[in-house]
């Protein structure tokens, strides 16, 4: 099982935090805990290691099942995935790159700053591929289909649920019969000469 998916940068700042388990301290002193693990260790070195600390942290004490830490660095981004032995460590880095190269696709050539605007996406694209600590989905073309509809949908809802939305209106039914602000002044522009 996956417990949690991290992502923070190279001075340790969380721009991802997803718990699949209970947490039994505070968030930020597990990301923390995890960044001092990872931070410490060489680029040459296994992306994978026990992690007999956070077995505390994520309520895991007394368990036979050991939590591993799995990550991957690109640039600035450390993403790391905390599982136990039930799941394999390659296939979560496979998993890591499916979940990089779906960002990739959603946002071309991801970078920290949109994980950090756009966080609501990132967290969609993440439900896409992982739910309640599952592996769901790893073809791109499947999450990247699903991301796009998403999208769709939720620009389609703006554009009826907005009747200030310029050249967008009048697709659903709550915007039925309201004009657009250009198309309302322009009504009563050609009106004033008339009178």
Known sequence: ???????????????????????H???QSIVGKIYSLISTRSPGLCNFLEAPELDDLLG??????????????????HFVFVVDSSESELGILDLIQVFVESLDRAFENVCELDLVFHFDEVHHILSEIIQGGLVLETNLDEINSSVHQAAAARQQSFASANPLALGVGGVGTRSAGLQSPLGWLTGKLTGVGAR
């Open 25 to 27: 301290q505070s968030a």
């Open 60 to 77: 895991q004490k007394g368990s036979d099942d050991k939590l591993r830490v799995v990550y991957r660095s690109y640039a600035t981004l």
């Open 1 to 23: 099982m996956i417990h949690s998916v991290i992502i923070f940068n190279t001075s340790g700042v969380p721009r991802l935090t997803k718990f699949y388990s209970p947490v």
